[in-house]
């Protein structure tokens, strides 16, 4: 195992992963084992998981949350939210939890017995300065496995499955929203501050039954009224905005004004990773094809989902153009037209909306009608419902 730096302060070892190196042979034998039991395991996964399934993408639950807080908003309904972070995920879960998670959802036997071995019999070498000895894994799972995100998925389904939240949170088209998962970047919603407090210490005390363990110092709620929260004890802090699945959510930003100049920074912060490509002497269609994989996704992550105003349809084009003349080494003074690239490009990824089918749970947000509430009067925010077609 080999440990790498995620993020934050270096000197802090908690800010490191340990990451396998697994042969080639059983990363071929995984690989066929995740695909023989993936149709049976998303058929077991409620809509509200989008992480490693077919057909979904994080773009799914950041169109969800845009519409929760948008829908809230118009119809003056309170809402409260919780990010909940678990402590070294995938490293604390219990094999048996995870054996057991498969069985409870169908997995053949001849799987998890294969499975089983790969657990029980497994044991692993530390790189660091020197090789170290090998210890057994006892717990679990590895991360760079091609199977360990259906490990992961399974055993998180099993704690859900024990938490009875049918009532819970806010109800959606007959239905009710009180979660949203993505591998293990989880959502809670739910519009009492009570209910909220009382669900996070509820899936706190059944992750602890499967060996997970809530971060409470990165677990946050977010809402409008300053009242506490605590789980076990310990207050969770209420922050003003939160970037979840790379989008960040605030209480203060109406019309996402804030996110859209964040993916513009971020832009700028990809361009300058790849300043000496744009300013060298290569050919025009080299670096068009660096700007769009680099540099663009970076500007137009969530542009789906967003809520453009007027303004802030003219800022993307406003910063890739920038960008272009930098690159092609065009100045104002010159009287040019950027050529390099499509203009209109940023600003068109989020006119182009995908066709949302009447069972997802983002088409079921964006039609939602707030019950038992009212409109504010006077000038109104945009909404999305306003510019999509559905």
Known sequence: MVIIFKKGN????????MICLL?????VLTKILTKRLQKTQDENQPRTQAGFRSRDSTTDHIHVVNQLNEKCREYNIPLCIAFVDHEKAFDTMQTQAVLTSFQEQGIEYLHIELLEEFCNNSSMTVHLHKESNKPNTGRGVRQGDTISPKLFTATLERIFRRLTWETRGLKIDGEYLSH??????????????????????ELAAESENQGL??????????MENDTPIYVINTQIENVDSYIYLGQRYSTRDKNQDEEIQRRITAGWTAFAKHRDIFKGNIGTCLKRQIYNSCVLPTMTHGAETWTLTTQAKNKLPAAQTKMERNMFN???WDKKTSGGCDVNIVASSSENRRELNHQRTPRQTLLFRGVFSSDDRGGQSSFQYDTRRV
Not at 10 to 17: A, H, I, S, T, V
Not at 23 to 27: A, G, L
Not at 181 to 194: G, M, S, V
């Open 10 to 17: 270096k000197k802090d070892l908690k800010n490191y992963r």
């Open 23 to 27: 042969p080639n042979i059983y990363k």
């Open 180 to 201: 949203l998962r993505f591998a293990d970047d989880i959502l809670i919603c739910a519009i009492i501050q009570h209910e909220l407090q009382q669900m996070l210490q």
């Open 213 to 222: 363990k809530m971060n409470k110092s990165k677990t946050k709620v977010m």
């Open 330 to 332: 065009i100045t104002y």
